[in-house]
Nanobody, 119 residues
Framework: QVQLVESGGGLVQAGDSLRLSCAAS????????TGWFRQAPGKEREFVAS????????RYEDSVRGRFTIVTNNAKNTVYLQMNSLKPEDTGVYYC????????????WGQGTQVTVSS
């Protein structure tokens, strides 16, 4: 079992930066694929970025590539999402999720943290 707790959301202006944290407990997160997803009001949840530190793989959704960076801190068992040059369309609830090694789906989810970007 993995427990995930997100933090770091808030209200910012367009062009600002935020860093979201996903603190994991129960397992070493470096062997899991950890992803960030977001859900805007009235829209479906969408993939933002993912990382697997052990495999050396990171992925980004096209609209955030070059602005967002996903990083694993193994000492803290935490995955961060550094978000720069934020846009109003980045607004939503951001969720952290984890997928076991060789797993097919993201099984573990955090409670979410709200990010609001004003224009």
């Amino acid at each position: 079992q993995v427990q995930l707790v997100e933090s770091g959301g808030g209200l910012v202006q367009a062009g600002d930066s935020l860093r979201l944290s996903c603190a994991a407990s129960g397992r070493t997160i470096s062997t899991y694929t950890t992803g960030w997803f977001r859900q805007a009001p009235g829209k479906e949840r969408e993939f933002v970025a993912s990382t697997n530190w052990s495999a050396g793989i990171t992925r980004y959704e096209d609209s955030v590539r070059g602005r967002f960076t996903i990083v694993t801190n193994n000492a803290k068992n935490t995955v961060y999402l550094q978000m720069n040059s934020l846009k109003p369309e980045d607004t939503g609830v951001y969720y952290c999720a984890a997928q076991r090694p060789y797993g097919a789906n993201y099984e573990y989810w955090g409670q979410g943290t709200q990010v609001t970007v004003s224009s």
